[in-house]
């Protein structure tokens, strides 16, 4: 599942009229880089939530066969429902197995087929990466392969996490956060955390934009 149902509103004028998914690096909208991972990957179907310019994604994007991927979409209302919400939104959608969940404002390295491949022992799998400038503390530690409340040094949620439908079952509909369904499950010693120390930037400002944008072309 890509979530990119967000309004982008620290992005305006830009997502005025552009979602934030379809925002340009490198040449190619942000979802579609994605989308060409996933596919490398062998991950083929695809969720995609969709709510502010909803029908922008799906002219572009259209039902992913020319990316070599089978997109469905989980609309959602304006506003959107966050990010559980939106996940016991797409429920019917996703299926019974784990899902990868993807933020669809990342740029990153993350080898997205290895996080889908992880052996769940738990409800869920979450990729951590360093503390950016813009959110120093952090959201988690890590202590023994587990996510952690009080473990130190608190790390940053990449937005990429694994996950078990059972996370989300009996949560009613509507808008949820994700983050207490995480502390919730992590109090227990039920997710599983890593820490990626490669590329990750959540394009979430011009100024990170321009930046991701700057070292795509200096990478070629």
Same mark, same amino acid.
């Given at each position: ?16 009229? &552009? ?7 490198? %040449? ?12 490398? @990957? ?16 799906? !002219? ?8 070599? $991927? ?43 087929? =290895? $996080?889908?491949?992880? =052996?769940?022992?738990?409800?869920? /799998? ?8 813009? /959110? ?21 949620? !990449?937005?990429? %996490? ?8 009996? #949560?009613?509909?509507?808008? =949820?956060? #994700? ?5 919730? @499950?992590?109090? !227990? %010693? ?5 820490? /990626? &120390? ?5 394009? %979430?400002?011009?100024?990170? #934009? ?8 200096? =990478?070629?």
């Amino acid at each position: 599942m890509i979530l990119a149902a967000g309004r982008g509103e620290r992005l305006r004028p830009l997502t005025d009229r &552009t979602p934030k998914p379809l925002i340009e690096v490198a %040449g190619r909208p942000l979802v579609v880089h994605h989308l060409e991972a996933l596919a490398r @990957a062998g991950i083929h179907d695809i969720v995609i939530n969709v709510s502010w310019l909803a029908e922008r994604i799906e !002219s572009a994007l259209g039902d992913g066969t020319d990316l070599g $991927v089978r997109i469905r979409y989980s609309r959602e209302p304006e506003p959107p429902l966050e990010t559980a919400g939106g996940i016991v939104h797409a429920l019917p959608l996703l299926g019974s197995a784990p899902f990868l969940v993807v933020n669809g404002d990342v740029w990153t390295d993350v080898d997205l087929g =290895r $996080v889908a491949r992880t =052996r769940l022992d738990g409800l869920a /799998h979450l990729v951590l990466v360093d503390n950016p400038d813009h /959110h120093p503390q952090g959201d988690f530690g890590i202590r023994d392969g587990r996510l952690a409340l009080d473990a130190e040094p608190h790390w940053t949620f !990449s937005g990429i %996490g694994l996950y078990r439908p059972e996370l989300f079952a009996g #949560l009613a509909p509507g808008v =949820r956060p #994700l983050r207490p369904v995480l502390e919730n @499950a992590a109090r !227990s %010693g039920g997710i599983t955390a890593e820490h /990626h &120390t490669g590329a990750w930037t959540d394009v %979430g400002t011009p100024e990170r #934009l321009e930046a991701v944008r700057s070292a795509a072309a200096r =990478r070629g």
